[in-house]
């Protein structure tokens, strides 16, 4: 195969003809067939490399070839733009992945860019060009004297020179973006590092086109260069760390992704253009190649798009639970037993909102107004269970797993070393020990209290109006979708704990919300409550609204799903609802009363199971879900979750008690 292809680069050559076309060859040849891993193209890159060195024409003829088609194509928007994210937004730039994934744009003609896009044209290219170690890669350049010519390497310092302005110029005005200065004032002035950035690269670029000595003279200003680069980074750092201070926005997330990617870009097109050693020119040429290839096959998918602008919003979102999950883990007996007695607190409230939803559904609403009235009846029960601290034991996974997701990246900042790493992992066991039994005693709690309050509250109402509080159809019917076999209650039961866990990271949002958008201070400035409300009590509602505005909103908006979701089905035609653990034992209690206890022993037993089961589902189910969310907010390999996973089934195994019972004093 070699061969043909080798002989059409040596024509080419001696006819001084150097095409698109014959790169295009070069390149297929080395690209592994769908059914090939991407190591054969390793096996490919070695034999034609094993040919170049033995060649020299055909080495010459390659060469040529390259270097040609990169003096006729414009390389600055390859040096720029590929790899770094453009100016249109989060919302505009998924649009346009969207549109552009049905109907691809047209391509510029001459320019570098498009050509690389023709050439590494399969959406995985990437993955066989990041398999040829970077060795090889260096190698490669180093028999084909890439760049070396003069001619060709003035253009190329020519080029690079520019892609430096923009780079610089793009930072500068990134660093000051109205919102960057507000959460940083310092940047507001001439001595900005983004400013001074801006103007060492005007004069770097200046003296170095216009002084030829310039080029071996000029370390002490490149050098200035790179401490100016590195307080910009350290800008960009303190924006990151002091999200609790100020929090985030998916527009300032974008600002910083966007930062940190033009000032690395900039930081590497400096090193190769001032590197004496070829073989470090080669080394970063290598990566920067590898990131185009990545970033051209990427360039219209709309996970990764989603992936890299998520990532810095999620650490705020969870960020905000993982302290409220901190209220949630026990660490000693008496701890335990204070979450239980909350818990029992909790169970209470739900078997009166258990008695208000059946009343509810039996009133025949419109479905609208019957769903709304169902997610009110939810929203301002799950509140006053906030209010007076009680706890509803399936809205903690949300809060406990970005406890845990927080624990183990913070080992990622303090533990480089993977040892090390491998060793906390070991640590971090016992907070699961505690999570899984602070989760078990709450559900027991929950369930404990709801359901003899609303068998007994099922009574008292039927004593005073002498009336049941559902009909008898409607009993048998709530004892049947408990079945976890013959309906579809662990299905049910797996929808509402995704709501649990959205409910979760709806919280986060609105914590970041509070500190993003100054809403306590702007309450005690501007708001008209504060001319209603004696100064004392506004203040502590001001103070109230800071630390709970996020709890709040979770609560109410986990009611709306839960109530709304039955009737959504139902107008769609879907078997569609929710099932929650502590609602199905206040439901079996309700049933089973009016009922008369008329059921069987078989019955009972399924019901109790199935009970149990959509307890297990929706513990679980939010439980992964958010880990999935905390876990991706901090960059938390797979491969450490998969260890960390593996201990923990350890030691269950060893001692499964210490998951459902406190030893600690």
Known sequence: ?????????????????????????????????????????????????????????????????????????????????????????????????????????????????????????????????????????????????????????????????????????????????????????????????????????????????????????????????????????????????????????????????????????????????????????????????????????KKYSVRKHFSDNLGYLAYKVVEHTSKTGEHYITSNKKEYWKLFRYALGGGFIVAFLCIFKARISIQHFPPFWEAFFFGLNYSLGFIMIHILHFTLATKQPAMTASTIAETIGAWEEENPNLHSRDKKIQEVAPIIARLVRSQFISLVGNVMMVFPVAYGLTWLYEYIFNDSVVPIEKSQKMIAELAPFTSAALPHAAIAAIFLMTSGLIAGYYDNKVVYDDIPERLRRYSWLRKVFPKRIFLKFVDYIEKNLGALAGNFYLGLFLGFMGNIGKILGLNLDIRHVTFAAGNFALALFTLKNDVSAEVISITILGILLIGLVNVSVSFGLSVVVALKSRNITFTETRKLVLFILKTFWKNPWQFFLPFEK
């Open 1 to 297: 195969m070699w061969k043909t292809i080798f002989d059409e680069l040596k024509t080419n050559h001696q006819e001084k003809k150097y095409t698109f076309k014959t790169l295009l060859h070069f390149v297929k040849n080395l690209r592994p067939a769908s059914w090939k891993s991407a190591n054969y193209a390793k096996d490919r890159f070695e034999e034609m490399l094993n040919h170049l060195k033995s060649e020299e024409e055909l080495s010459l003829a390659l060469q040529k070839h390259i270097e040609e088609i990169c003096l006729a194509n414009n390389p600055l928007v390859l040096l720029t733009d590929i790899g770094v994210m453009g100016s249109k937004g989060f919302v505009v730039g998924l649009f346009e992945r969207l549109s552009y994934k049905m109907l691809p744009p047209l391509m510029p003609k001459n320019e570098l860019r498009t050509t690389l896009n023709e050439i590494f044209y399969e959406n995985d290219d990437f993955e066989w060009v990041w398999a040829i170690p970077d060795k090889l890669w260096i190698e490669f350049f180093q028999t084909l004297h890439l760049f070396e010519n003069e001619k060709v390497k003035e253009y190329w310092e020519n080029e690079m020179l520019n892609a430096i302005v923009v780079l610089s110029q793009r930072a500068t005005a990134l660093g000051l973006e109205p919102e960057i200065i507000a959460k940083l004032p310092d940047m507001d002035d001439l001595t900005s590092p983004f400013l001074t950035l801006s103007r060492e690269i005007t004069h770097f670029v200046e003296n170095y086109k216009n002084n030829p000595s310039y080029k071996s003279d000029n370390e002490e200003d490149y050098k200035h260069i790179l401490v100016m680069i590195q307080q910009c980074e350290e800008s960009i750092s303190r924006l990151q760390k002091g999200k609790k201070q100020y929090g985030v926005s998916l527009r300032i997330t974008y600002f910083i992704l966007r930062l940190t990617q033009n000032i690395e870009r900039l930081k590497t097109i400096l090193f190769i253009l001032q590197s004496p050693e070829k073989a470090e020119k080669y080394n970063r040429v290598v990566d920067l190649l590898k990131e185009m290839v990545f970033a051209e096959n």
